[in-house]
């Protein structure tokens, strides 16, 4: 019945601010970009099997009517590596150093990107 996740929606309040960081600090693609009515656009990002799809509404909107999401998390090969590449962006850190999740054998930390929203890099365990 399922196959697996299909894309993450996350809300932002500026798509061009978004698009940046998601491309240029986190090194993601724009595949498709696309205009739904006058107060909707989507932006659609390739990350491996999933897409990552930033939804963008103007007019009344808020963020509390349909929420951001909890966090995404991307899979990476050094978490150390990737938090110095992010301090050297300005990006806000949650963590400063990796964590290491004992029950889960992998290492993680948390960042914010251009709204808030919780990211997350995650260092699965090494087979041995």
Do not use: W
């Amino acid at each position: 019945m399922l196959r697996g996740v299909e894309h993450v929606g996350i809300h932002v309040r500026d798509l061009d601010r978004s698009i940046k960081f998601y491309t240029e600090v986190l090194g993601l693609r724009v595949r498709r970009r696309v205009r739904l009515n006058e107060t909707t656009e989507l932006a659609f990002l390739p990350l491996g099997q999933v897409e990552l799809e930033l939804i963008c509404k103007s007019g009344d909107y808020t963020f509390a009517r349909e929420g951001i999401v909890n966090h995404l998390a991307f899979g990476v090969d050094n978490v150390a590596e990737v938090l110095e590449h992010l301090r050297r962006h300005n990006v806000e850190l949650i963590h400063e150093q990796p964590l290491f999740q004992q029950s889960l054998g992998s290492r993680l930390a948390f960042f914010r990107g251009p709204d808030g929203e919780k990211l997350e890099l995650f260092e699965a365990e090494k087979a041995q």
